[in-house]
């Protein structure tokens, strides 16, 4: 009898520190995305207090649908609807490229491809995550710019082209690795069964698999919005960095090279600060509400 209580008082004392180890580590991870949803709350509070001031004195029409920017004139202009349309299609023609490449190269190193090829393929994939946006752009500006002036015989091949076809490169990896992590955990007992029913395995990758993973292949997706969205470096060094209202074949400004390229040499408090604020706010919240739209859109997927 003094065995088992002892044994009960030891099972007892585990038990309630295996518990206090618990609550522990659910309240670190509490506290570090707290942390992580303030840290949005203060980036946004503070864009707000930054670019309001300058809508105010521009007015909001002026502003977003204006179409001429110079910020250094003597009457100087603050119309931003070229920066949009460009970050619109610049975004729109990455993904509309860059997606199907990735998604096609997901399925066939998660499910066609031997090991060897694979390692091979996840290696370079891997090695283009790694390369830094000003490599992208340095190699755009050398080698895809003066190819675009050839093929095309424009004038500058710095535009809009050049840009799309850089994002579209730089959001590869993304959409690449997160697509075959969803594929590789779709349970092989899908695949044997629809195998069993006589589909083929083209079949069973494209209407069994694919499905399965639909939400990682998602969110693959939204990863690359994001990413083509928020690029700057790369972008200015292969479009131009004009704001002219865009253009296959002409240099544009997107919403981010906006921000940076004149930010260095604005004046603190100046109407031009301002308004850079302004767009990065415009920028922010035209992240948001992407990501709040695909969001939308995957839940009511899962509804169904």
């Known amino acids: 009898m003094s065995f088992d209580t002892n044994a009960?008082?030891?099972v007892i004392i585990t038990m309630k520190k295996n518990r206090l180890f618990e609550n522990i580590v659910h309240g670190i991870f509490l506290i570090l995305g707290l942390i992580t949803v303030g840290c949005v709350l203060l980036i946004?509070?503070?864009?707000?207090?930054?670019?309001?001031?300058?809508i105010k004195e521009i007015g909001l029409f002026n502003f977003l649908f204006g179409k001429e920017w110079a910020s250094t004139a003597a009457e100087p202009k603050y119309g931003i609807l070229p920066f949009i349309l460009t970050s619109v299609y610049g975004t729109a023609g990455a993904i509309v490229i860059g997606v199907p490449i990735g998604f096609f190269t997901a399925v066939y190193l998660s499910k066609v491809a031997n090991k060897k090829v694979r390692a091979v393929i996840e290696a370079a994939v891997n090695l283009l995550a790694g390369i830094p946006s000003v490599v992208y752009g340095l190699v755009g500006m050398l080698v895809l710019v003066p190819v675009i002036r050839e093929i095309f015989n424009v004038p500058d091949g710095a535009s809009l082209l050049a840009a799309i076809i850089v994002l579209a490169i730089?959001?590869?990896p993304n959409i690449i690795k997160v697509s075959i992590t969803a594929l590789d955990a779709v349970p092989k007992e899908y695949e044997y069964a629809s195998l069993a029913l006589g589909a083929t395995p083209t079949e069973t990758f494209f209407?069994?698999?694919v499905p399965a993973a639909k939400s990682g292949i998602a969110a693959a997706v939204v990863l690359g919005v994001g990413r083509?969205?928020?690029e700057a470096m790369a972008v200015m060094m292969v479009?131009?960095?004009?704001?002219n209202?865009?253009?296959l074949f002409e240099s544009v400004r997107f919403l981010t090279t906006a921000v940076a390229s004149e930010m260095a040499y604005s004046s603190p408090g100046s109407l031009q600060r301002n308004a850079l604020f302004s767009i990065a706010l415009v920028l922010f919240l035209f992240i948001m509400l992407t990501g709040a739209t695909l969001?939308?859109?995957l839940k009511r997927d899962k509804e169904k």
């Open 295 to 297: 969001n939308f859109f």
């Open 44 to 54: 946004t509070v503070y864009l707000i207090i930054s670019g309001i001031p300058a």
């Open 207 to 209: 209407k069994v698999s």
């Open 245 to 247: 209202m865009p253009s």
């Open 8 to 10: 009960k008082k030891g």
């Open 170 to 172: 730089m959001i590869l």
């Open 228 to 230: 083509a969205i928020g």
């Open 239 to 243: 479009a131009g960095n004009v704001a």
